[in-house]
């Protein structure tokens, strides 16, 4: 009995012992279960922070002013832009037919840092019933859009497909410095009657037709000379102001990857190639090419070596003017070496008048150098409309002084207008002739 006690008393012992010991090993797989689950929450907890920071870092508004920065890539949001401007077309989708016509992949170089701008952009056409107005539609849309960061950039009549269209750009804005921004267009809808669309649309407005400032009747009869600057940033650009076959003459930016083809391009259509040679400005924070910079505080010496090495770069340039340069071109000893130079290897000199202080016109009349300055800067406004006032200015001002000589830039809204409002223009009378026609 003792021993069958004392048995007893061991199997218990045993099962008691078994049992505390498969409590102790389910607790410790518990607190492992724990352990492993904190670990993943805390995984997913700092991928979430992760995507946040990620997102609010792409999504911050870059500053195109920032030296550091060498890609500005706006691709995302121009891609997003495409995706909003079609949630408010779709809305209309029992009125209207919307069709992408094209899409492809921009990029523009900025003159005051050198950094690129690479974005998105697309066409579209959206058909509409013929009874409604076109610019009555570009305008329910454009009203849609205040809801948004999107903004209306340009807009006025166009064709599309050989038929009458309106055309309204709408692009996204960027911080370019500490009170200005800059605008690139993501979307160029062209609204058109389709035939086959018969609801009608009730909401859409019949606005007050513009009437045009220049008619086909009213004509100039002074010279325009436009000098295109900053050739070689953007050659994009620099195609499509030389497709509309105008007499403009191009100041070639040097030392850029885009130079030298800038320069096969300019003389293949025969048009008057220069030198847009980097002079000091005012502000040194804003000078934007570096140790090719033609500098006061250079010996006579120094600076005739580099005004010869920038010339040596685009070889079979007509003339030069400045690229910034409102401390340069105020230094009369610089001038004059510089003049000297061209006057030595047969070429003319366009002040760029950056500066109300320059005493480059004046000194090259003085030595002999052919030349004359810009009376106007038509596209400091990046916007078709901005420009198109300003070239009216301009071609007033021919009339009034028989010819004058303005600059614009090579860039893609520059080249937009000229291209949008090119038979307006041409209508007017105004003779635009090269540089060559206007030197003093």
């Known amino acids: 009995m003792e021993q069958r006690g004392l048995l007893d008393c061991w199997k ?14 389910q607790k410790e797989e518990a607190g492992r279960h724990w352990i492993f689950a904190l670990f993943i929450g805390l995984l997913v907890f700092l991928a979430a922070a992760a995507g946040l920071f990620y997102a609010f870092d792409k999504n911050k508004p870059e500053d195109l002013s920032d030296e550091s920065v060498k890609v500005f890539d706006l691709t995302d949001r121009s891609k997003t832009a495409h995706k909003t401007i079609d949630d408010i077309l779709l809305q209309k989708t029992e009125h209207w037919q919307l069709r992408d016509i094209d899409r492809k992949d921009r990029s523009e170089k900025l003159p005051a840092t050198g950094g690129e701008v690479t974005w998105n952009q697309r066409e579209a056409a959206v058909g509409v019933p013929a009874s409604t107005d076109l610019a009555g539609a570009a305008k329910w849309v454009a009203e849609r859009l205040c809801d948004t960061d999107l903004q209306v950039i340009n807009e006025g009549e166009a064709t599309w497909n050989k038929m009458d269209a309106y055309r309204l750009d709408i692009g996204i804005a960027v911080k370019s410095g500490k009170d200005s921004t800059r605008t690139f267009v993501t979307d160029s809808v062209y609204f058109f009657h389709h035939g086959n669309l018969t609801n009608k ?35 994009g650009a620099l195609k499509e102001l030389l497709a509309t076959r105008l007499p403009f003459s191009y100041a070639i930016i040097p030392y850029k990857a885009g130079s030298s083809e800038a320069l096969r391009m300019i003389k293949a259509q025969g048009r008057t190639a220069m030198l ?19 500098m006061v505080a250079m010996s006579d010496s120094e600076e005739t070596a580099a005004v010869k090495e920038a010339l040596a770069s685009l070889p079979g340039v007509s003339g030069v003017n400045n690229h910034q340069g409102s401390r340069a071109t105020g230094d009369k000893q610089t001038m004059d070496v510089l003049l000297k130079v061209l006057k030595d290897q047969g070429l003319f000199f366009i002040d760029s008048h950056t500066s109300s202080q320059s005493v480059g016109y004046e000194r090259a009349r003085k030595m002999g150098v052919p030349t004359n300055r810009n009376e106007l800067f038509l596209d ?8 198109y006032a300003r070239i009216k200015e301009a071609m007033g001002r021919a009339d009034r002084d028989g010819g004058v000589v303005v600059i614009c830039h090579a860039r893609s809204v520059t080249a937009r207008t000229w291209t949008l409002y090119l038979d307006e223009i041409k209508k007017t009378g105004i003779q635009i002739v090269p540089i060559q026609e206007l030197l003093q």
């Not at 045993?14 to 090993?25: A, G, L, T, V």
């Not at 000091?280 to 570096?290: A, L, T």
């Not at 400091?380 to 420009?387: F, K, V």
């Open 380 to 387: 400091n406004e990046a916007s078709t409309d901005a420009i």
């Open 12 to 25: 218990t012992g045993w099962k008691e012992s078994r049992h505390d010991k498969k409590r102790y090993f």
């Open 201 to 235: 649309d009730k909401d859409i407005p019949k606005p007050e037709k513009k009437q045009k400032e220049i008619s086909g009747s009213a004509k100039h009869h002074g010279k325009l000379s436009v000098v295109i600057d900053d050739c070689g940033y953007d050659n």
């Open 276 to 294: 847009h040679l980097p002079m000091e400005p005012i502000d040194r924070g804003q000078m934007s090419e570096g140790s090719k910079t033609i």
